[in-house]
T-cell receptor, first 111, second 113 residues
Framework: AQSVTQPDIHITVSEGASLELRCNYS??????LFWYVQSPGQGLQLLLK??????LVQGIKGFEAEFKRSQSSFNLRKPSVHWSDAAEYFC?????????FGSGTRLLVRP | EAGVVQSPRYKIIEKKQPVAFWCNPI?????LYWYLQNLGQGPELLIR????????DSQLPKDRFSAERLKGVDSTLKIQPAELGDSAVYLC???????????FGQGTRLTVV
């Protein structure tokens, strides 16, 4: 079955530290992959997307993600986290023109 | 340019009452989606429109949920009657077509008491 897994429910990092959020997918081919961020009471904002080509993709707000076919992963990274990055992060995969989302990872940032 | 606009932002109703949500997509976007987001989970697709045609409503509980997209622009999602388990956030999204990224509205948080 097609699915997206985000194994970490919560992650806490100190401000200025690096960040990596994990995402694994299950799909028969190379999917279109996305990372969205959701702040409290807000909708989803697209951080970055992977369709094809270069496996390291750059997004907004200093985020990047790397597609690894061999590991069926699309992990999100940021070299230095800011307090404003505290939010819920969702990895998603396009399947038949609809998005399948993971259950999300809540990022907490320590001052 | 305005993004996807949804209203109301919050709604509290008693069970068995009807409720409706409204969505205005980004101008020129032909594809419109309604997603359901339960607490602590990722969104799940309810229905997808291409212009005024519902092309994927396989996840819409048709016994109590209905949707329409008149003239291929605005859309309304209705629940009648609402149940306690319908308490969730209802997100609307749009894209220029099915092959491009979706832009989401702020959602409507429904509480059924």
């Amino acid at each position: 079955a097609q699915s997206v897994t985000q194994p970490d429910i919560h992650i806490t990092v100190s401000e200025g530290a690096s960040l990596e959020l994990r995402c694994n997918y299950s799909y028969g081919a190379t999917p279109y992959l996305f990372w969205y961020v959701q702040s409290p009471g807000q909708g989803l904002q697209l951080l970055l997307k992977y369709f094809s080509g270069d496996t390291l993709v750059q997004g907004i707000k200093g985020f990047e993600a790397e597609f690894k076919r061999s590991q069926s992963s699309f992990n999100l990274r940021k070299p230095s986290v800011h307090w404003s990055d505290a939010a819920e992060y969702f990895c998603a995969m396009d399947s038949s023109y609809k998005l399948i989302f993971g259950s999300g990872t809540r990022l907490l940032v320590r001052p | 340019e305005a993004g996807v606009v949804q209203s109301p932002r919050y709604k509290i109703i008693e069970k068995k009452q009807p409720v409706a949500f409204w969505c205005n997509p980004i101008s020129g976007h032909n594809t419109l989606y309604w997603y359901l987001q339960n607490l602590g989970q990722g969104p799940e697709l309810l229905i997808r429109y291409e212009n005024e045609e519902a092309v994927d409503d396989s996840q819409l509980p048709k016994d109590r949920f209905s949707a329409e997209r008149l003239k291929g622009v605005d859309s309304t999602l209705k629940i009648q009657p609402a149940e306690l388990g319908d308490s969730a956030v209802y997100l609307c999204a749009s894209s220029s077509d099915s092959n491009t990224e979706a832009f989401f509205g702020q959602g409507t948080r429904l509480t059924v008491v």
